[in-house]
């Protein structure tokens, strides 16, 4: 239900502070809702029919895949023809990579993998908000800067007309994060579920693709990044190896946990790890 109190949250406060002709707003709420829509079905399969295994993986990523696949095309709908499809480089100059046709399916891998690390992270009391909190207010000011002309072209990044207004979408979803890791500091009385971090996930690779900042989410995130890559390599390294495991146990929070970590000394070091690439992230704008 942290989940839930989440997106109720995010969305009143939306509707009552964000500019509601805004193309771009109702975009990453779309995504936001119908991602934590399909982490509700997953949810609750869990919790009240009692099924371990939840929603099927390959209905839940069928769902994200098309509601990612619309989403991208609204975005270049509304997006000026001449920076369409464009995603930044971070720490090079102006420079730009044209995908053309293949930025849609770039954006939805995106957006698809955004959410399942954020998913792939909540693990402990703590531990995936505070990342999630890290990036939104990041991403608000990121946001702010590319929907801002004037700032747009003192940074020498591209100016994305209405972007802007996701500034307080962000800064929606920072304050419903707060509210929720009140209740969800170890030990927890409330947990988000996949209703809550695939909606999180979702929200932020959403953004980032409005905001053509698509690599610095991936140094922004990158704690959401390694927690994800660690599964992969598990899984990867447990097939071809026929048993052998890289880590104690995946995603990587699991690993130290089996070392001997205590739960709040992990999840405080992890906290840190955001915070220093969120750092890192942010110089991108600069450092050029």
Known sequence: MGGMLILMSVFFSGILWAKLT?????????????????????????????????????????????????????????????????????????????????????????????????????GLDGLAIVPVIIATLCFAILAYITGNHIFANYLQVHYVPGSGELAVFCCALAG?????????????????????????????????????????????????????????????YFKLSKGKRIFLMAPLHHHFEKKGWSEATIVIRFWIISILLAVVGLSALKLR
């Open 22 to 122: 805004d193309p771009f707003f109702w975009v990453v709420m779309g995504i936001t809702l119908g991602y934590g829509g399909i982490g509700f079905m997953d949810d609750f399969l869990k919790v009240k029919r009692h099924n371990p295994k939840g929603l099927p993986g390959r209905y839940k990523l069928l769902l994200q895949v098309l509601m990612g696949v619309v989403a991208v095309l609204v975005i270049e709908a509304f997006t000026p023809a001449s920076i369409a499809s464009s995603v930044m480089i971070p720490f090079m100059k102006n420079f730009y990579v044209h995908l053309g046709l293949f930025f849609i399916p770039f954006a939805c891998l995106v957006m698809i993998g955004a959410s399942n690390a954020v998913n792939l992270t909540d």
């Open 176 to 236: 419903a994060g707060l509210g929720f890791l009140w209740f969800n500091a170890p030990p927890a009385m409330v947990f988000m579920g996949d209703t809550g971090s695939l909606a999180m996930g979702g929200a932020l690779g959403a953004i980032s693709v409005i905001t053509q900042m698509e690599l610095v989410l991936f140094i922004i995130g990158g704690l959401f990044v390694i927690e994800a890559l660690s599964v992969m390599l598990q899984v990867g």
